[in-house]
């Protein structure tokens, strides 16, 4: 019913930058809001950053304050991610995924088992 495709990953040197995209297709009215998670190997997927659609309420997992932002372009139905400051341990699959209720609370976002459609991920590879 919702599609996430992600994309903009890519190979980038320690320090450098990267953009990474997800557009939400299919039935995107029922997404409240959305976030990215990563996967690296051999390690749990945790989350990186959430975004409410109606409001912009952002939140964000402390490895990633200040170095990376998160932002939606509704009309798009896109939600980006930039990410600045690469270190080695930001190397990871990057997946999106949405959330098909209302959130009132930020630190929902935080929680894996509250989404409900996932993406395929897209690889960011940051070199050192």
């Known amino acids: 019913q919702v599609q996430l495709v992600e994309s903009g990953g890519g190979l980038v040197q320690t320090g450098g930058s990267l953009s990474l995209s997800c557009a939400v297709s299919g039935r995107a009215f029922s997404s409240y809001a959305m976030g990215w998670f990563r996967q690296a190997p051999g390690k749990e997927r945790e989350f990186v950053a959430g975004?409410?659609?109606?409001?912009?309420?952002?939140v964000y997992a402390d490895s990633v304050k200040g170095r990376f932002t998160i932002s939606r372009d509704n009309a798009k139905n896109t939600v980006y991610l930039q990410m600045g400051s690469l270190k080695p341990e930001d190397t990871a699959v990057y997946y999106c995924a949405s959330i098909s209720r209302p959130v009132t609370e930020p630190a929902t976002m935080m929680r894996e088992n509250e989404y409900d459609y996932w993406g395929q991920g897209t690889q960011v590879t940051v070199s050192s």
């Open positions: 975004i409410t659609w109606r409001r912009g309420i952002t």
